[in-house]
């Protein structure tokens, strides 16, 4: 089996989270960018994702999608990185994970969409109400220098990706925690390369 990482992406997309966890780890990988649109639903593309979206990461049989499953996949299977906090702090690392993966997702998403949960709903949804949600982010962001204690993780790339892109398109409440956070976390050099190379991708108009 070829230990080649490949990883499929749109420098438009979520890609970008799995790109920085990538440069985070360190280890080599091939990017192979897929454009919107018919070129994600070719029958080779759709038996790696079936969702027909990126990004996807591949290392010979193994095919791994959803940004923060390939978040933590990068971080156990590459353990040199230090990604992924021993056991002692791993209750937290896999709860803000997680909840970037659940609630926060849901949340944002739903709020840009128009739709707000009604008050006598919000035991129906996982994250009961958006503001419930930024409240927990601040818990989150603020009980430590990083998600997961003392050490920069995995899930401060996933979760942190959020709060980047919530803070730069107003889709989340542009709080002083959040934007101390965010600027701490994307002061790094693996974040910067990240940047640099997506934003090379990026179609010039």
């Known amino acids: ?10 420098p438009m997309s979520r890609g ?23 070129e994600m639903r070719t029958p080779e593309y759709l038996a790696k994702n079936p969702m027909a979206k990126v990004p996807t ?6 095919v791994i999608t959803e940004c923060a499953a390939i978040c933590a996949w990068l971080a156990d299977t590459y353990p040199e990185a230090e990604l992924a906090p021993s056991s002692g702090a791993r209750a937290s690392y896999y709860r803000w994970l997680f909840f970037g993966a659940g609630p926060v997702e849901s949340a944002v998403t739903n709020r840009s969409m128009g739709w707000e949960v009604p008050p006598d709903k919000r035991g129906r949804v996982g994250y009961g109400d958006f503001g419930s949600v930024m409240e927990t982010l601040v818990i989150a962001v603020t009980s430590g220098p990083y998600l997961a204690g003392e050490r920069f993780s995995a ?13 730069q398109f107003g889709t989340m409440d542009r709080r002083p925690e959040l934007e101390a956070y965010w600027a701490r976390i994307s002061d790094r050099e693996a974040y910067r390369r990240a940047k640099a190379l997506d934003d090379a991708l990026v179609p010039k108009r």
């Open 155 to 167: 899930a401060d790339v996933y979760l942190g990706s959020q709060i980047g892109w919530g803070l």
């Open 16 to 38: 970008r989270i799995a790109r920085w966890m990538l440069e985070e780890v360190g280890v080599p990988y091939r990017t192979e960018v897929v454009s919107y649109g018919a």
């Open 1 to 10: 089996m070829s230990d080649e990482l490949v990883f499929y992406t749109n």
């Open 57 to 62: 990461l591949a290392r010979g049989d193994e």
